[in-house]
Nanobody
Framework: QVQVVESGGGLVQAGGSLRLSCAVS????????MAWFRQAPGKEREFVAQ????????YYIDAVKGRFTISRDRDEKELYLQMTSLKPEDTAVYYCAAGARMYGIQDQRSYDYWGQGTQVTVSS
């Protein structure tokens, strides 16, 4: 049974930083692309960033480009999201996902494995 567990969320002031982690167990997801999504209160879940299985290619939405960095440790089976210069509009539950279905990297249907999310709250 695959388990995907996020951690590292919390409350931070605007301009601050947080590092999210995602640990995977039960299966080697090293061959799959992995991504971060987020869902703000009252909004739909949105794609944030993706990293290729090799770790050499990444993609970000414009809203986080230059502030967030996605990375992975294939040996430790972990995914990370380093978030800096945080803004109140980054407040959301952040989800880790893995998968390679061909719906497009920003489409939730492309991902088979999901965590339960970790809350990030940025105060102004």
């Amino acid at each position: 049974q695959v388990q995907v567990v996020e951690s590292g969320g919390g409350l931070v002031q605007a301009g601050g930083s947080l590092r999210l982690s995602c640990a995977v167990s039960g299966r080697d997801l090293g061959e799959l692309p992995m991504a971060w999504f987020r869902q703000a209160p009252g909004k739909e879940r949105e794609f944030v960033a993706q990293i290729a299985r090799t770790g050499y290619w990444t993609y970000y939405i414009d809203a986080v480009k230059g502030r967030f960095t996605i990375s992975r440790d294939r040996d430790e089976k972990e995914l990370y999201l380093q978030m800096t210069s945080l803004k109140p509009e980054d407040t959301a539950v952040y989800y880790c996902a893995a998968g390679a279905r061909m719906y497009g990297i920003q489409d939730q249907r492309s991902y088979d494995y999901w965590g339960q999310g970790t809350q990030v709250t940025v105060s102004s």
